[in-house]
């Protein structure tokens, strides 16, 4: 899969997901999953880092997707944390964020020096 999910580290203290080119919505769609899954298994808050710094070019109709991940996340899902973003998905970011409403839930944008984790 062109999207890799995995714990960052032994504590299970974030999800940790790497994109690599090409990778598509249905690989995005099954890296959900399985963050669910993780989640599911934590009891609680999980953040998420989202290390975008080897993908060049969303897919097609990601919008709705990128969006889910707050529209419809676990509760205990905590912040998502996106780095290493370039120009073209720089456009997406209002569409990302768009409709946040839980503040604990937030997604917010760093480079891979201000990951608090």
Not at 59 to 80: E, M, W
Request: net charge positive.
């Amino acid at each position: 899969m062109a999207i890799t999910v995995r714990w960052k580290d032994q504590k299970r203290t974030c999800i940790e997901t790497r994109f690599d080119d090409p990778w598509t919505l249905e690989d995005f769609i099954e890296a959900r999953k399985k963050w669910y899954r993780m989640i599911k298994s934590a009891d609680y808050r999980v953040p998420i880092l989202l290390d975008m710094s080897e993908t060049i070019q969303p897919p097609k109709g990601i919008l709705r997707h990128f969006s889910a991940i707050h529209r419809t996340p676990h509760p205990r899902q905590g912040h998502v944390y996106v780095y290493g973003v370039n120009p073209e998905y720089m456009k997406l970011r209002d569409h990302i964020v768009e409709g946040v409403v839980d503040p604990a839930k937030a997604v917010k944008f760093v480079d891979s020096t201000e990951i608090p984790l």
